[in-house]
């Protein structure tokens, strides 16, 4: 007890010092909910990756300001930590007129675009299911090692770089470019990216992205297509060339969001010489509510079928944000 009690002073010593000296914010989600998928027994599982983060600025003057990011991903079923101590985001850098620059590990650009069409957030046991079917075989949640930039808005139009150092001799880094573009009811993206490689042999896989979204009065209509590359066509289930699209839409009743997604991926490839063509590897289709309780704490209900593999899942839970 007296550990803890030590601990807990050591934190709440270094938040207020921290929070003295610039504007620092405490912030995090708690999530967790039954899941059932068939076959397999019903487990505890998030819809939003539980967290806690640390982000703040300082005021340098003349518009200048640094900044930083800290975030830690928590498993709220066993209250463990999940990978690294910051795994999920660790970076700073500066925010000015000119847009915004950061080093370290952060959102990969062109995966963060999923989430402006996918109506689960790439969340949930559906979302989890359309987050990678999207990436193509390419992309990844999270990159180590980065330097990013994003623009300021140009009347909703914003331009993203972000660049993957290999840290590793004669390797090539990988890069990726994203335009945004948000004004009233349209909401659109298109992004590529060519992965970093991991050794100098390596291969260095690519990624096209774009999507959309129109909103009409309470309805959202999404929609998004990707192609990737792996750079490679030898026999491997991982391997080969991807197209994946999905379609989706929100719809908003006073507290509560109606959602439903259909996604499909087809995958070329060369098995025992022979090219393989239009073979489907995923067909995601799903339907859920989310009711707002407040600002910062939802129930939420959903189902989903993934026909490849014929499973259907189901997912009930209650999400906080603080």
Known sequence: MKKLTLAALLIGGFVSAAQAQSNVT??????????KTSGQSVIERENHASRLGFRGTEDLGGGLSAIFNLENEILADTG?????LFDRQAWVGLKGAFGTVYMGRTKDIIDGAIGRIEPFGADGVIGKVNEPMMRGGVG??????????????YNGLVF???????????ADSGFSGLVTYDNGPISLHAGYQRAVQTAVSAVKPTLWSIG????????????????????????NAANGEYDSFLIGGVYTVGNGDFKAVYGKQERDYVKSGKAISGEETVKEMGIGYDYHLSKRTDLYAYAGREKVKSLTSYQVGISHKF
């Not at 990159?143 to 808005?153: C, G, L, M, R």
């Not at 959309?212 to 026999?235: H, I, P, R, S």
């Open 160 to 170: 993203s770089a972000q660049a993957v150092l290999s840290e590793i001799k004669d």
């Open 140 to 153: 990844a949640s999270r990159v180590s090692n980065a330097v990013t930039y994003q623009s300021p808005s």
């Open 80 to 84: 463990a930590q999940k990978g690294n």
């Open 212 to 235: 959309g979204a129109y909103k009409f009065g309470a309805f959202k209509l999404t929609a998004g297509y990707t192609k990737g590359d792996t750079d490679q066509v030898v026999t």
């Open 26 to 35: 405490v912030y995090g989600v708690v999530d967790l909910g039954l899941a």
